[in-house]
C-alpha cells in the first residue's frame, strides 16, 4: 500500500511536470509550448496589434519598436484607397465639374465613386491654407435631395447643435441655458457674414475646427460633412424666407436641387436632334 501511495505521489509529480513544461511560454525564436494555439494567436494580420517577428517578439537589433509595430501605419506612398476622391486637387474649373459628375454618377462610367472616408485635403492647418480653401471649394459636390437634408439634419443634431444651436442662430443648449458655463457665444450660422461665406470656410472648420471648437474630421465621413452643410444652408434659406431643398435653391449657386437635374436632364433627353446634311 505505501508503494502504491509513493507509486501515485511520482506519477503525479511527473504529470505536473509535463502538464507545466507543455505549457512553456514564448521566447524570442521559441514559439514555447500551447494547446491550440491558433486559438489565441490569429495567423491572419489584425488591425492595431504589435506585428509578431514570432510571437510578438523581435531580434533587438530591429531598427522598429514596440510602439511603432503597434500603431496604425501610413498608406504606401503613391497609393489611393477606392472611393477616395477629392475636389480640391483639380487644378481647372472643368476639371472640378468632371470630378463632380463622376461623384453624382453622371460621368463616363456612369457609375457613382462609392465614397469611403479616406478623401485627401489638400489644405494645411494655417489661416493662409483656409483662406485658400474659402476661395477654391465654393460648390457642394452632392445634389440638394431630401435624404441629404434628412442625414445632414440627424448629424447636424448630433455633433452641431448643442452649440450652434437648433436654428443655427448660436443659442445651443451649452450657451443658452440658465446653467451653461460655455465661455463664449458659439458662431451664429444664419448671420450675413456665414451665408455669403463659400462652402470652404464650412469644410475647412469641419476638417480642422476653429477656435473652441474641435476637428470632427474624425467623427463625420466625406458624404457626411457634406450633408450637414447642406443643413446648414436649408437653416440660412429658412431664416431669410428663401428656399433650399431638393426642389429649388434661392439661397445661392453652391447647391444644387436634385430634381433641377433631373428635369434638365429629362429635357435634353426628349430635345430633336438637328441632323447635319451634306450639300
Not at 480642422?208 to 466625406?222: E, H, I, P, Q, T
Not at 431643398?245 to 433641377?260: D, H, K, M, V, Y
Amino acid at each position: 500500500m505505501k508503494n502504491l501511495n509513493s507509486n501515485i505521489s511520482i506519477f503525479s509529480v511527473l504529470l505536473s511536470f509535463t502538464f507545466m513544461y507543455s505549457c512553456s511560454p514564448a521566447d524570442k525564436n521559441n514559439p514555447g509550448h500551447e494547446y491550440m494555439p491558433d486559438m489565441g494567436h490569429s495567423v491572419a494580420y489584425e488591425a492595431n496589434i504589435v506585428d509578431p517577428y514570432s510571437y510578438n517578439h523581435w531580434e533587438e537589433e530591429s531598427t522598429k519598436s514596440v510602439y511603432d509595430l503597434s500603431n496604425p501605419r501610413l498608406p504606401v506612398l503613391g497609393t489611393v484607397p477606392r472611393g477616395s476622391v477629392g475636389i480640391s486637387n483639380q487644378s481647372t474649373e472643368e476639371g472640378r465639374e468632371d470630378m463632380i459628375k463622376m461623384l453624382r454618377g453622371d460621368g463616363n462610367t456612369t457609375v457613382a465613386v462609392p465614397i469611403n472616408g479616406s478623401v485627401p485635403y489638400y489644405y494645411k492647418d494655417t489661416e493662409e491654407e483656409r483662406t485658400r480653401a474659402m476661395s477654391e471649394i465654393v460648390r457642394n459636390p452632392f445634389l440638394i435631395t431630401k435624404d441629404a437634408l434628412k442625414k445632414g439634419k440627424d448629424l447636424y443634431t448630433i455633433y452641431c447643435g448643442l452649440c450652434h444651436g437648433e436654428k443655427g442662430d448660436g443659442n445651443g443648449f451649452l450657451y443658452d441655458h440658465p446653467e451653461a458655463k460655455y465661455p463664449a457665444k458659439p458662431a451664429n450660422l444664419i448671420s450675413d457674414d456665414f451665408i455669403a461665406a463659400s462652402e470652404g470656410r464650412y469644410y475647412h472648420a469641419i476638417m480642422y475646427g476653429k477656435n473652441v471648437m474641435g476637428s470632427y474630421a474624425d467623427k463625420l465621413s466625406y458624404t457626411e460633412r457634406w450633408n450637414v452643410i447642406h443643413y446648414i444652408r436649408s437653416l440660412q434659406a429658412n431664416a431669410k424666407s428663401l428656399k433650399y431643398n431638393e426642389t429649388e435653391n434661392t439661397l445661392n449657386n453652391s447647391g444644387t436641387p436634385a430634381l433641377s437635374v433631373a428635369k434638365l436632364k429629362a429635357v435634353n433627353e426628349n430635345a430633336p436632334v438637328d441632323h447635319a446634311t451634306d450639300h
